[in-house]
């Protein structure tokens, strides 16, 4: 008897936004790369998220294992990128004074 030692592709899709996701789903990468990180085996994995596959979460982490010096390079970026959208966010415009003022002129005209 012989084994198939065919080619297993990695069950990952980058999204329009440029995010890797495992396929099927809208889980990103660093979900699952986070969790194993934690401890989570991959069947807790699957646990928390159900939309994925066990056969997908063990060739992810596998993945991972294989080529962690580019994963650990893609999160740091996407954490970056995060944090920048972050700070973005806080140094908008103040929405409750925003509302306040708004509330204020409504109140002010049927006065």
Same mark, same amino acid.
């Given at each position: 008897?012989?084994?198939?030692?065919?080619?297993?592709?990695?069950?990952?899709?980058? $999204?329009?936004?440029?995010?890797?996701?495992?396929?099927?789903?809208?889980?990103?990468?660093?979900?699952?790369? $986070?969790?194993?990180?934690?401890?989570?085996?991959?069947?807790?994995?699957?646990?928390?998220?159900?939309?994925?596959?066990?056969?997908?979460?063990?060739?992810?982490?596998?993945?991972?294992?294989?080529?962690?010096?580019?994963?650990?390079?893609?999160?740091?970026?996407?954490?970056?990128? $995060?944090?920048?959208?972050?700070? $973005?966010?806080?140094?908008?415009?103040?929405?409750?004074?925003?509302?306040?003022?708004?509330?204020?002129?409504?109140?002010?005209?049927?006065?």
């Amino acid at each position: 008897m012989t084994l198939a030692m065919g080619d297993n592709p990695v069950p990952l899709r980058i $999204d329009e936004d440029g995010v890797v996701r495992v396929n099927g789903t809208r889980v990103p990468l660093d979900i699952i790369v $986070d969790a194993f990180q934690d401890g989570a085996s991959a069947e807790e994995i699957v646990i928390r998220y159900p939309t994925l596959r066990l056969t997908d979460v063990y060739a992810v982490i596998a993945y991972y294992l294989h080529h962690q010096t580019e994963v650990d390079a893609y999160l740091e970026g996407e954490r970056a990128l $995060d944090d920048q959208a972050r700070q $973005d966010i806080e140094a908008g415009p103040d929405m409750i004074a925003i509302r306040e003022r708004l509330l204020t002129r409504q109140s002010a005209k049927r006065s």
